[in-house]
């Protein structure tokens, strides 16, 4: 548990400890009031903040999709094209494992079914800057005479499957980080080429 609440961002403080609840007993363990209590504040505080537990979830979400794409627009400074779409996929599994916990709330569909019109347009951003990339490579020869709609559907399952397997306890056992980063490369060079 984080510590009581001591003035400061209360809005911040709410989203990292929902965060912590929603990584370790889901959404069914989350609530408001819950929240205030653990930080120490009434139990109207958090109401000033979010009016109810979707838009609270809403919130955490916005902030994670945020937070993957700044990871990610590391990756502009590479040429367009493969060496690119390679930073993309590389950062996007990077940041899921520094971010473990909110990861895996953003794979939670009971806290993306809370998904405002902000969100699901972030959402379709990053997905048409990745489809851009495959665009760009397919442009300088990669794999041209693929459809890009299932190079992209494979792109997305690559990238989420491997964040989820190097992010989950029970492959972190059977794989040391050195060569589970390598192996993370090497499967991402393995689409990119």
Not at 71 to 76: C, E, L, Q, S, V
Not at 95 to 103: G, P, R
Not at 138 to 143: I, K, S, T, Y
Request: charge should be negative; charged fraction near 20%.
């Amino acid at each position: 548990m984080t510590q009581p609440y001591h003035h400061g961002n209360l809005r911040q403080a709410l989203l990292e400890r929902a965060t912590e609840i929603l990584s370790e007993k889901g959404v069914e363990g989350l609530s408001l009031r819950g929240l205030a209590r653990d930080l120490g504040v009434s139990h109207a505080a958090p109401l000033r903040h979010f009016s109810t537990k979707a838009e609270l979830l809403n919130a955490i979400a916005l902030e994670g999709v945020c937070s993957l794409i700044a990871a990610t627009k590391k990756a502009d400074a590479q040429t367009p094209g493969t060496a690119r779409l390679r930073a993309i996929m590389l950062a996007y599994v990077n940041w899921a494992i520094a971010n473990t916990e909110l990861h895996h709330v953003l794979r939670n569909p009971d806290v993306m079914r809370h998904a405002s019109d902000d969100l699901t347009t972030l959402l379709a951003s990053f997905a048409a800057r990745q489809k851009a990339e495959i665009r760009a490579a397919q442009d300088a020869g990669w794999r041209a005479d693929e459809d890009p709609d299932v190079l992209f559907l494979h792109l997305v399952s690559l990238t989420a499957g491997t964040a989820i397997v190097s992010t989950e306890e029970v492959y972190q056992q059977r794989v040391p980080l050195p060569k589970r980063q390598s192996n993370i490369e090497d499967s991402i060079d393995l689409f990119v080429g």
